[in-house]
Nanobody, 122 residues
Framework: QVQLVESGGGLVQAGGSLRLSCAAS????????MGWFRQAPGKERDSVAA????????YYADSVKGRFTISRDNAKNTVYLQMNSLKAEDTGVYYC???????????????WGQGTQVTVSS
């Protein structure tokens, strides 16, 4: 069983930056593809970014390409999401998740963190 704990959320002005972290425990971190998802108020949870086991493959939603960067440190069992040039529409709860296969589909992620709130003021 993998446990995931996100941190780094908060309130930031539009144009600012935040770095989210997700610490994993209870499993072999390097065996899992990792993803970041976000859920805006009143909307479904959507994929934001994903990274493969070694970091050689990365996926970004069109809405965040060029602004967000996903990375991982397998020695620290941690995945990161660097978010730059934040916009009001980036507001939401950000979740990290782990999957035993390469996927960007929400329903194929097996383990989820509790989420961290990101609020971007315009």
């Amino acid at each position: 069983q993998v446990q995931l704990v996100e941190s780094g959320g908060g309130l930031v002005q539009a144009g600012g930056s935040l770095r989210l972290s997700c610490a994993a425990s209870g499993g072999t971190f390097s065996n899992y593809a990792m993803g970041w998802f976000r859920q805006a108020p009143g909307k479904e949870r959507d994929s934001v970014a994903a990274i493969s086991w070694t970091g050689s493959i990365r996926y970004y939603a069109d809405s965040v390409k060029g602004r967000f960067t996903i990375s991982r440190d397998n020695a620290k069992n941690t995945v990161y999401l660097q978010m730059n040039s934040l916009k009001a529409e980036d507001t939401g709860v950000y979740y990290c998740a782990a999957a035993g296969l390469w996927t960007t589909r929400l329903d194929e992620y097996n383990y989820w963190g509790q989420g961290t709130q990101v609020t971007v003021s315009s």
